[in-house]
Antibody
Framework: QVQLVESGGGVVQPGRSLRLSCAAS????????MDWVRQAPGKGLEWVAF????????HYADSVKGRFAISRDNSKNTLYLQMNSLRTEDTAVYYC??????????????WGQGTLVTVSS | DIVMTQSPDSLAVSLGERATINCKSS????????????LSWYQQKPGQPPKLLIY???TRESGVPDRFSGSGSGTYFTLTISNLQAEDVAVYYC?????????FGQGTKLEIK
């Protein structure tokens, strides 16, 4: 069965960096676009970024563009999110999400349990 | 960016009754080349990730009970939950996947009256 397991969250000071990982299993990871979606405490869902199946194409929300970088290692079935210059407003649970279709239609049929990032001094 | 606006923000419905949640997009999410509305619905229970309920406006995800149904086109969409059960208490989100950024509604909290 499909499993997505995020890790790497924690408490970090403003301006510092953090790298999240998402280990995927149960599907052909290398064939799928993958996304990150976040949810601030008590708030709604915000799409963050996606990466194409081969890593050649990446898109970001304006709120993270220039600070976050999405990447993947298909040999390890792992998705990453490098977060730099973190701000207090980046505090959220970060979810790794698998699109329903491999081709890049961004509706999500599997989500990880999420990893909490807290940006605070 | 396409702004998704849900109404109401919260509602309370009696067990066995019908719940209706609306979602309005700031521009059409109907893709003319395939005549599909790029609109999905998710259910999120406390402490859990979202769960996909419906996509392409009205297609139920595998395993989703048929008391959940979706309708609409263009910019107005509706999620209907018939015969409300206690386990349907959750926050419901609509999402457009027509264009980046892939935006969600603010959520509708459904409770039992």
């Amino acid at each position: 069965q499909v499993q997505l397991v995020e890790s790497g969250g924690g408490v970090v000071q403003p301006g510092r960096s953090l790298r999240l990982s998402c280990a995927a299993s149960g599907f052909t990871f290398s064939s799928y676009v993958m996304d990150w979606v976040r949810q601030a405490p008590g708030k709604g869902l915000e799409w963050v970024a996606f990466i194409s199946y081969d890593g050649s194409n990446k898109h970001y929300a304006d709120s993270v563009k220039g600070r976050f970088a999405i990447s993947r290692d298909n040999s390890k079935n792992t998705l990453y999110l490098q977060m730099n210059s973190l701000r207090t407003e980046d505090t959220a649970v970060y979810y790794c999400a698998k699109p329903h279709y491999a081709s890049g239609i961004h509706l999500f049929d599997y989500w990880g349990q999420g990893t909490l990032v807290t940006v605070s001094s | 960016d396409i702004v998704m606006t849900q109404s109401p923000d919260s509602l309370a419905v009696s067990l066995g009754e019908r719940a209706t949640i609306n979602c309005k997009s700031s521009q059409s999410v109907l893709y003319s080349s395939n005549n599909q509305n790029y609109l999905s619905w998710y259910q999120q229970k406390p402490g859990q990730p979202p769960k996909l309920l419906i996509y392409w406006t009205s297609t139920r995800e595998s395993g989703v009970p048929d008391r959940f149904s979706g309708s609409g086109s263009g910019t107005y969409f509706t999620l209907t939950i018939s015969n409300l059960q206690a386990e349907d208490v959750a926050v419901y989100y609509c999402q457009q996947y027509y264009s980046t950024p892939y935006t969600f509604g603010q959520g509708t909290k459904l409770e039992i009256k």
